[in-house]
């Protein structure tokens, strides 16, 4: 005598399980697998701009005495490399900062344009970083990535300006105090003045003054941000002037003003 097994499946019980499964597999894979190959790409893409843009700025370094092409101070906050600074700070992680404008027209030669991330829609904000750790050493990075890779570079270069700040092609450092030269500021710092040394655009718009370098070496420009053609661009608490043109060493900022001064 035989019996039926009544918890059993059939073959065809069994198949269309089976086709069921993998069905909804296929699905599931479908959805989800094109989202992870687009976030791949989007790090490749972020690992091959951090990739240019580490080698442009190396190159740069390189012919430029280990100067960087920005308009700014570098620290331990990753700041946003930027192609033009819309007075706004911009965020990278956990760091809300004003951005580090591309202030040097050579840069261009070893970088055809700046790129900007896949999440980013112009230069403006590129969503790439510079900043300086510990040792001083400048690393280049993506600000978001996918899965929350890792995505820097170690220049292999330190921060020249570490008391200062970039410019020009330049450093930039504050005047040891009011009514005194260029000269004698560099001189003590056992460095010379650079002659004809300017910097800029240091704009939020066309005309509209920002005093970048005025901010980063400790004035707050809350007041006023003038314009001035040539001379030693004065700091002076909430009214600050930037130099439009070539730095004059052997002039005097004002008996009030404290100037700020390219330093080799």
Known sequence: MFYKNQF???????????????VLSAAVFLWIDPLDR?????????????????AALFNYAKEHSGMMPVLGELSTSKKVLCSSQSGSELTCGADTELCLTIDDQDFY????????????????????????????????GACSTHDSETITKNLSLRDVCAS???????????A??????????????????????RYGPDVIVAGS????????????????????????????GDICTIQNGAVICSEVSGASQTGICPCQ
Do not use: E
């Open 8 to 22: 059993g499946f059939t073959l065809v019980q069994l198949i269309v399980s089976m086709t069921i499964v993998l």
């Open 38 to 54: 687009m976030g791949d790409a989007q790090n490749k893409k972020r690992t091959q701009d951090v990739s240019v843009i580490s």
């Open 109 to 140: 030669k070893y970088l055809r344009q700046l790129p900007y991330d896949p999440d980013k829609s112009s230069a403006a904000d590129t969503g790439y970083y510079l900043f300086k750790n510990a040792s001083n050493d400048l690393i280049v």
């Open 164 to 174: 200062g700040a970039y410019g020009g092609g330049h450093c930039w450092y504050l």
């Open 176 to 197: 040891l105090s009011t009514n005194i030269d260029c000269d004698d500021t560099c001189a003590a710092l056992n460095l010379n003045c650079v002659r004809n040394a």
């Open 209 to 236: 003054a920002f005093c970048r370098l005025n901010k980063d070496l400790g004035s707050a420009c809350s007041t006023s941000c003038t314009i001035s053609a040539t001379g030693t661009p004065p700091l002076s």
